[in-house]
């Protein structure tokens, strides 16, 4: 059996964030680990999950995402 893919979502907006994680879920392989609405949260969640993928919007509040 394949490895799962783990993933952490980044991006200010909730909708885009649930549109994300579902069609993500919905493939075999993949799993969302944690969605963070700013930087600072997606760097938090980076270090405690250790993902394989960040999925990560360039213009988020707080901290310039390209930090991250």
Known sequence: ???TISIVLADDHTV???ALRVLLEEEPG???V???DEADAAIR???GHKPDVLILDLNMPGRPSLEA
């Open 34 to 36: 944690a969605e963070a």
């Open 30 to 32: 993949f799993e969302v």
């Open 1 to 3: 059996m394949a490895e």
């Open 16 to 18: 885009v964030r649930r």
């Open 45 to 47: 969640y980076l270090r």
